[in-house]
């Protein structure tokens, strides 16, 4: 039986996927791919913009801070701005402002002007709206296969360093750092603004009512609102999972901002580190669709705990690498164990809370990640500075990992000893 063209997918299906949102998956890596090729321009040139102004390494490494941290907190308000009025105005703000934040940092002469355009024009007006904001977008075209949707989606962050570093690499030792950037950055609105125009289509979730629907959802729910998530109140659940993407954030951050600077330190040519960021982000980039299968069958949670109980391993493999060949190995590792860790988050979120809380909650824990990632690359140049070895900060990523690990093994047995008293309480017919 032919289906009527006026019929939607969900009229149809009972699902609200539709090939259009798979048109969404593939427009938002792409946006994503491009503009965080952005972040990566810092890490690579961290040596060459230090020399030319004699700064300590901890002075870039905060400018990579402080884009991410900007990132973070415009993207909870890039998301209020979706909720409300979906995606088609964030994203063209973004499309603009990343171009603009690269071009500002390459004419940069100061540490208030180089921290300032960083944070302001790429991170908050820039990056905040090619993180969380397009992650949570995705989750309203898709019911069935949310965890693959989004798995891709966050991929484009790592096919950004996979793509980027070698090249930009190569273009810092031939042009200069601020030629790089200038460049890149118009490069971004040239691509970026296409981009942006397919997000004027709304989402399912918009079509449906958006911000009105929600709040009658909300309105008909009254009452349940205080129901229990993994056996604790919504907010106590909500602050261990922002404390969790904390500390996973900062020991993530700490070899991917320093292994070119590392590698340097070692002996090595600056092209062999750049493309160990590249293989170790391509990897990423590979695990991430391969933990968004398996979340899809076994849940956010217990995919969330082996990527990191990898990422644990490979951060300590770290410490011990010095050779070329070893360092190759461990980047492969390291790369396939963390990549699935960041899009778990956004997952665990739909699948523990209501679809009416996705966009504040998807951005508040992007913020603490992002943060994380922030004082994770700077803490590495701080003790650099203080150490002149990697090997100390290597060891403070282990360390915060650890305290990652303890609240994830937490939840995640919160969350089967819910399931078996749930399954306790199931009724016999007499």
């Given at each position: 039986?032919r289906v009527?063209?006026?019929?939607?997918q969900?009229?149809?299906?009972g699902?609200?996927?539709?090939?259009?949102?798979?048109?969404v998956v593939?427009i938002s890596t792409l946006?994503?791919?491009?503009?965080f090729?952005?972040?990566?321009?810092v890490?690579?040139?961290?040596?060459?913009i230090a020399?030319?102004?004699?700064?300590?390494?901890?002075?870039?490494?905060?400018?990579?801070?402080?884009?991410?941290?900007?990132?973070?907190?415009?993207?909870?308000l890039?998301g209020?701005w979706?909720?409300?009025?979906?995606m088609?105005?964030?994203?063209?703000?973004?499309?603009?402002?990343v171009g603009v934040?690269?071009i500002?940092?390459?004419?940069s002469?100061?540490?208030?002007?180089?921290l300032?355009?960083?944070?302001?024009f790429?991170?908050?007006l820039?990056?905040?709206?090619?993180?969380?904001?397009?992650l949570?977008?995705?989750?309203?075209?898709?019911?069935?296969?949310?965890?693959?949707?989004?798995?891709?989606?966050?991929?484009?962050?790592s096919?950004?360093?996979a793509v980027?570093?070698?090249?930009?690499?190569?273009l810092i030792?031939?042009?200069?750092?601020?030629e790089?950037?200038?460049?890149?950055g118009l490069?971004?609105?040239?691509t970026?603004?296409?981009?942006?125009?397919?997000?004027?289509?709304?989402?399912?979730r918009?079509?449906?009512?958006?911000?009105?629907?929600?709040?009658?959802t909300r309105?008909?729910?009254?009452?349940?609102v205080q129901?229990?998530v993994l056996g604790l109140?919504?907010n106590?659940?909500f602050?261990?999972?922002?404390?969790?993407?904390?500390?996973?954030?900062?020991?993530?951050?700490?070899?991917?901002v320093?292994?070119?600077?590392?590698?340097?330190d070692?002996g090595?040519?600056t092209?062999?580190?750049?493309?160990m960021?590249?293989?170790?982000?391509?990897?990423a980039f590979?695990?991430?669709?391969?933990?968004?299968?398996?979340?899809?069958?076994?849940?956010g949670l217990k995919?969330l705990?082996?990527?990191?109980s990898?990422?644990?391993?490979?951060?300590?493999?770290?410490?011990y690498?010095?050779t070329?060949?070893?360092?190759?190995?461990?980047?492969?590792?390291?790369?396939?164990g963390?990549?699935?860790?960041?899009?778990?988050?956004?997952?665990?979120?739909?699948?523990l809370?209501p679809a009416?809380?996705a966009?504040?909650?998807?951005g508040?824990?992007?913020?603490?990640?992002?943060?994380?990632?922030a004082?994770?690359?700077?803490l590495?140049?701080?003790i650099f500075?203080?150490t002149?070895?990697?090997?100390?900060?290597?060891?403070t990523?282990v360390i915060?990992?650890?305290?990652?690990?303890?609240?994830v093994?937490?939840?995640?047995?919160?969350h089967?000893?819910?399931n078996?008293?749930?399954?306790?309480l199931?009724t016999i017919?007499?």
């Amino acid at each position: 039986m032919r289906v009527p063209k006026y019929m939607s997918q969900t009229e149809t299906t009972g699902s609200i996927e539709s090939r259009y949102g798979w048109i969404v998956v593939i427009i938002s890596t792409l946006m994503i791919t491009v503009a965080f090729g952005a972040t990566y321009l810092v890490v690579v040139g961290l040596k060459p913009i230090a020399a030319e102004f004699d700064w300590p390494r901890q002075i870039p490494s905060a400018g990579y801070a402080a884009a991410l941290l900007g990132s973070g907190i415009g993207g909870i308000l890039m998301g209020l701005w979706s909720d409300r009025r979906g995606m088609a105005g964030p994203a063209l703000t973004g499309a603009i402002f990343v171009g603009v934040g690269l071009i500002a940092v390459s004419y940069s002469n100061s540490i208030v002007t180089f921290l300032g355009a960083q944070f302001l024009f790429l991170g908050l007006l820039g990056n905040g709206t090619m993180f969380s904001p397009l992650l949570t977008n995705v989750t309203h075209w898709f019911d069935r296969r949310m965890g693959i949707a989004v798995a891709v989606v966050s991929s484009g962050q790592s096919l950004a360093g996979a793509v980027w570093p070698p090249l930009f690499g190569y273009l810092i030792e031939q042009y200069g750092w601020r030629e790089t950037m200038f460049g890149y950055g118009l490069f971004c609105m040239a691509t970026l603004l296409p981009l942006s125009m397919f997000m004027r289509r709304p989402s399912p979730r918009m079509a449906r009512g958006g911000a009105a629907a929600d709040k009658a959802t909300r309105a008909a729910q009254v009452g349940k609102v205080q129901d229990l998530v993994l056996g604790l109140k919504p907010n106590a659940t909500f602050t261990l999972l922002c404390l969790a993407i904390l500390g996973c954030c900062v020991a993530m951050s700490m070899p991917m901002v320093h292994i070119v600077a590392y590698c340097s330190d070692l002996g090595f040519a600056t092209a062999r580190g750049t493309e160990m960021l590249s293989i170790l982000l391509f990897c990423a980039f590979l695990s991430r669709i391969g933990y968004g299968w398996l979340a899809d069958r076994i849940g956010g949670l217990k995919a969330l705990l082996l990527g990191s109980s990898l990422q644990l391993l490979g951060l300590a493999c770290f410490m011990y690498a010095d050779t070329l060949e070893s360092l190759y190995v461990v980047s492969i590792f390291y790369g396939l164990g963390y990549g699935g860790i960041v899009p778990m988050y956004a997952l665990i979120i739909r699948q523990l809370f209501p679809a009416s809380q996705a966009g504040w909650r998807i951005g508040v824990i992007f913020l603490f990640g992002t943060t994380g990632m922030a004082a994770g690359g700077y803490l590495g140049g701080f003790i650099f500075d203080l150490t002149a070895t990697y090997v100390l900060a290597f060891l403070t990523g282990v360390i915060f990992n650890l305290f990652n690990l303890i609240l994830v093994v937490f939840m995640v047995w919160r969350h089967r000893d819910k399931n078996r008293h749930d399954t306790n309480l199931v009724t016999i017919p007499a």
